[in-house]
């Protein structure tokens, strides 16, 4: 299956799941708390399969766009409701029932992260890449720091990292804080020390907040193992693949520097943004020669120049690069527990400082980022993919607490305040509130959309 139907595929998969855990979980809790739910719908548009259950008459719905999803109840701001059934209606319902109901959506997304992530701990164990460092680039940040290859990254600001994850995680946390980064080492021989890291400005904080941005800007990599120096796949309309390089194609020399892994192919293509540079490869046996112009990119205070290709797939880690733990359901239920939450949390904080303007809103990802996430966490395998579905979950159950109206997060909001308020909300004030929602998530989309084209044709 080529790259773009299995990203499709991979999404269309992902969507229908999650939605479908999101808008059951409405529906669930409603069911229980006496409300009638009148339609569960997993998509959008016209039905392509429908069956009306023995419960209540529901109407079970499989639409044609599977790009969300809804649960419709009884209510009489929509229409007409017959005097036995009135008791049963949404807006007659006692205020903290609503509420509950608005909350099991995100909270089934919530627990289905939890869980899964907790069952994959516990089959699999919990294995981490150590962040042992490569090569620093030279008169970068961290060289004027004293970071050096082959130091192992223990702590980011006092908080102990176990994983290459936790690095970037914990470096892309720090850089929008107006303070340097202090990084716990430990060198080859065992010995700690620590270094801080200087983030300049405000401008160039956020530029190394920009994504896949933060190591490189601060002049470090992680230590990779041994990868050939042959070809995995290409972008689509990358100059690799324009010049005609193919998927097993062994890159020999670049500008006739002998290549003898792909960490070395990667730097010596970095080192030419929109140059021409000349490639010797071999494909079956045979040599050849081509010129190509690399596509150059700013990444933070540098520019480097790309190709768009990749390595193969399922290149295995060196057992030393690696920290592996077995988990009992305990331990895998807690520390499921505690990397939902973290994972959450740093949502939350991202999100507050792109709205402050101290992170860059290019972090947005869209349908686009995330079809292609999708496609390569499930070429991957099926183990990549669940943890996709997690990363997807928690994200989809924090964005619907957000207070907009449209939202779970919104609606819980008018909720409490018509609680307080001992009334109903005005309908202009409704209808205010609605379209200010509409607002807000379209300018959201919006710019997502505009990251993820500007990510390929940028």
Do not use: C
Request: aromatic share 8%.
């Amino acid at each position: 299956m080529s790259g773009f139907w299995l990203s499709a595929l991979s999404f269309v998969v992902a969507v229908v799941v999650l939605v479908g855990i999101h808008e059951f979980g409405h529906f669930w809790v409603a069911r229980r708390l006496g409300f009638k739910v009148l339609r569960f719908s997993i998509g959008f548009g016209s039905p392509l399969w429908k069956r009306v259950g023995k419960v209540d008459g529901t109407e079970y719905v499989l639409a044609s766009v599977p790009l969300g999803g809804y649960v419709k109840m009884l209510d009489e701001r929509e229409g007409p409701v017959a005097a036995h059934e009135v008791h049963r209606a949404f807006n007659r319902r006692p205020h903290w029932q609503r509420i509950v109901v608005l909350l099991a959506g995100p909270a089934f997304n919530f627990l289905f992260a939890i869980l899964m992530l907790a069952g994959l701990m516990m089959v699999e164990g919990s294995t981490e890449v150590r962040p042992l460092l490569g090569p620093v680039v030279a008169q970068s940040r961290a060289a004027q720091a004293g970071v050096q290859a082959d130091d192992e990254i223990i702590s980011i600001n006092g908080q102990a990292v176990v994983s290459q994850r936790d690095v970037w995680v914990g470096l892309l946390d720090e850089v929008s804080a107006a303070h340097p980064i202090s990084l716990g080492l430990r060198d080859p021989a065992g010995q700690v020390r620590v270094v801080q890291l200087q983030t300049g400005n405000a401008a160039e904080r956020r530029a190394l907040s920009e994504p896949a941005v933060v190591l490189a800007g601060l002049g470090l990599q992680f230590k990779e193992p041994d990868i050939p120096a042959k070809i995995g796949s290409l972008g689509p309309q990358g100059p690799a693949a324009r010049a005609g390089l193919r998927p097993g194609d062994l890159v020999l020399s670049v500008n006739a520097e002998p290549v003898h892994n792909f960490q070395q192919l990667a730097a010596l293509v970095n080192a030419h943004p929109d140059e021409s540079i000349t490639l010797r490869y071999s494909r079956a046996s045979q040599e050849y020669t081509v010129r190509l112009t690399t596509v150059g990119e700013q990444q933070g205070a540098t520019r480097v120049g790309h190709i768009y290709l990749s390595p193969p797939r399922d290149i295995p880690w060196p057992p030393q690069m690696l920290r592996h733990v077995n988990v009992g359901p305990g331990g895998a239920f807690l520390g499921a527990l505690q990397e939902s939450w973290s994972m959450t949390a740093f949502q939350a904080r991202m999100l507050w400082r792109m709205v402050t303007g101290s992170v860059s809103v290019k972090n947005l990802g869209g349908a686009i980022t995330i079809a292609e996430l999708a496609g390569d966490s499930a070429a991957a395998g099926v183990s990549s993919f669940l943890h996709f579905l997690v990363m997807i979950s928690l994200a989809l159950g924090f964005l619907n607490l957000l207070p907009i109206p449209i939202l779970d997060g919104g609606q819980i909001v008018m909720q409490t305040v018509e609680w307080l308020k001992g009334s109903p909300l005005s309908e202009r004030a409704q209808a205010a509130g609605q379209q200010f929602g509409i607002a807000l998530v379209l300018l959201l989309v919006g710019v997502a959309l505009f990251n993820d084209i500007s990510r390929h044709f940028g």
